[in-house]
């Protein structure tokens, strides 16, 4: 099974500051098609988790533009461009390659 | 809009089974990919299970596989988890959600249910 990992595990972040989480893999995550399954989701106190970045850049309409993943391979990151107060919660990164699909620990983020 | 809700959870004794069900609405059910995914009390998200739009493909978490089983009922737009020999460590919130369409490479988990508890306990 690929194996996730994510740092920090712990983001304390400062509202309008930049802020960056990072996730790597066992495996690479680059299918031959170019694209990287890595998926970023967000678990929100009391709310389900919901999709933030997909195929390890691409982000799906109604999620706001100061999210952004990068990376490829192994190593990827989500930024984020200004932290707001509504984007505390528990980050995760998750592999879609090959199943079973894996989950990283989790990153939270909250607010200083 | 998609709307997934979950339902059957409960409280249940060790050994014992239970099924969750997954209604779904405003979009093309018998078209996407469905996941199970759960969060124990104080734990991250674990990838449960998946199953095809047509049923044909279907994998496991190795904590569930020949324990829990995934299918689908297409006329009905309902996911099922069937999941039996319940153990302690099976305690979380089960979610379903969407995942790819048949015609379409990977978009991600795009829509998420509202999660059924499963407490495991005598």
């Known amino acids: 099974d690929v194996v996730m990992t994510q740092s920090p595990l712990s983001l304390p972040v400062t509202p309008g500051e930049p802020a960056s989480i990072s996730c790597s893999s066992s495996q690479s995550l680059l299918h031959s098609n170019g694209y990287n399954y890595l998926d970023w989701y967000v678990q929100k106190p009391g709310q389900s988790p919901q999709l933030l970045i997909y195929l390890g850049s691409y982000r799906p309409s109604g999620v706001p533009d100061r999210f952004s993943g990068d990376g490829s391979g192994t190593d990827f990151t989500l930024k984020i461009s200004r932290v707001e107060p509504e984007d505390v919660g528990v980050y995760y990164c998750m592999q879609a390659l090959q199943t079973p699909f894996t989950f990283g620990p989790g990153t939270k983020v909250d607010v200083k | 809009q998609a709307q997934l809700v979950e339902s059957g959870g409960g409280v249940v004794q060790p050994g014992r089974s239970l099924r969750l069900s997954c209604a779904a609405s405003?979009?093309?059910?018998?078209?996407?990919?469905m996941h199970w995914v759960r969060r124990a009390p104080g734990k991250g998200l674990e990838w449960v299970a998946l199953l095809s739009f047509d049923g044909t493909k279907k994998d496991y978490a190795d904590s569930v596989r020949g324990q829990f089983t995934i299918s689908r009922d297409n006329s009905r737009d309902t996911l099922y988890l069937q999941m039996n020999s319940l153990r302690g460590d099976d305690t979380a919130v089960y979610y379903c959600?969407?995942?790819?369409?048949?015609?379409?490479?990977?978009?991600?988990?795009?829509?998420w249910g509202q999660g059924t508890l499963v407490t495991v306990s005598s």
């Open positions: 405003g979009f093309t059910f018998s078209s996407y990919t």
């Open positions: 959600a969407r995942g790819s369409h048949r015609n379409y490479d990977s978009s991600g988990l795009d829509f």
